[in-house]
């Protein structure tokens, strides 16, 4: 499950898995922020806030997950991860290779540094 919200004023979205990704989290995300992006053209951010990374039901949500950063990646500015999960603290290792978007990790207890860091680019 992927639970998500859209913070409109500041085109920040935060994404926060709490089980096993499904096809269906990303149809709803992809239903709830495509109209943003086609009125605005791009998130300024996203943040991605999770204890652990719970991984997909099956194999059909992984590949939906990986089509919807496909058609999603180039429309973000800056991902954050929020995390003391030593995966996600070694995504944006990975993460800046593949996406255009500027990759940064923060511990668990620095949420509201990075929410900061994902609007500074609001001016």
Known sequence: MLNHNLLSTEGILIL????????TDFEGLARDIDPYIAEHGKLS???IHA??????VNIEAFFK???????????????ALVSD?????EMPKLASNLLQAEVKHFPESEYEDALQWLGSNNQ
């Open 16 to 23: 926060e898995p709490t089980a096993p990704l499904e096809v």
């Open 51 to 56: 204890k652990t990374f719970p991984g997909w």
């Open 45 to 47: 951010g996203v943040m």
């Open 85 to 89: 999960s030593l995966l996600l603290k």
């Open 65 to 79: 997950h990986m089509r919807f950063i496909e058609s999603h990646h180039q429309k973000i500015q800056k991902l």
